[in-house]
């Protein structure tokens, strides 16, 4: 599991924002998920794939509770969205804990699992950090490292990459014609 440490010796203390235990509380989030957000954080900007700094509404930390056609509570927490796309958020489910991404318009939100749980996106996001920043500093090692990266995701998360049009193969994608690999 990524640490504290972690986060902030990739993004810099100045950039990971931990929820204070007494917000988390409100949340009613898994214990598991209510640790990553009081404990390690999450990075306010890393580009070009997350921010907490969302533009537009809702913003992070709004809860939505609704009850499914089922009759089944359900509750949702903003944790942050794409930089620059006001109408997707990233969200976790505060009872089954998957990480979602939520687009937001029309009138009713469609969404689709990015990660089986908080932990697992935070990790994906610190990983492709990690691989940012060697690519910058070293381009001809970018490419091996875009391959160990995608190895190093499917392992943590195998779901994640089913489809070649989820979150994260899309992400890797972009990675590739970016010369970010």
């Known amino acids: 599991m990524i640490t504290h440490q972690d986060m902030t010796e990739l993004h810099g203390d100045g950039n990971i924002i931990t929820v ?6 409100l949340l009613r989030l898994r214990a598991e998920d209510a640790e990553v957000l009081g404990t390690v954080g999450l990075p306010r900007f890393s580009p070009p794939f997350f921010t907490t700094q969302v533009e537009g509404h809702p913003k992070f930390l709004k809860v939505f509770d609704i009850v499914t056609r ?9 944790i942050g969205g794409p930089p620059g796309d006001p109408g997707m958020r990233f969200s ?3 009872y089954e804990g998957f990480v979602m991404l939520l687009q937001m318009g029309g009138t009713r939100p469609q969404g689709e699992i990015v990660n089986n749980n908080l932990s697992e996106f935070v990790e994906f996001l610190h990983e492709i950090g990690r691989h940012q920043a060697l690519a910058a500093d070293d381009p001809f090692a970018a490419r091996e490292s875009l391959h160990d990266l995608s190895n190093r995701l499917k392992s943590i998360d195998p779901f994640s990459f089913e489809q070649p049009d989820n979150w994260w ?5 972009h990675l590739a014609s970016t010369g970010e690999s």
């Open 92 to 94: 976790v489910s505060a």
């Open 169 to 173: 193969s899309l992400a890797l994608d």
């Open 70 to 78: 089922e009759g089944k509570e359900h509750r949702e927490v903003i």
């Open 20 to 25: 204070p235990p007494s917000d988390v509380e």
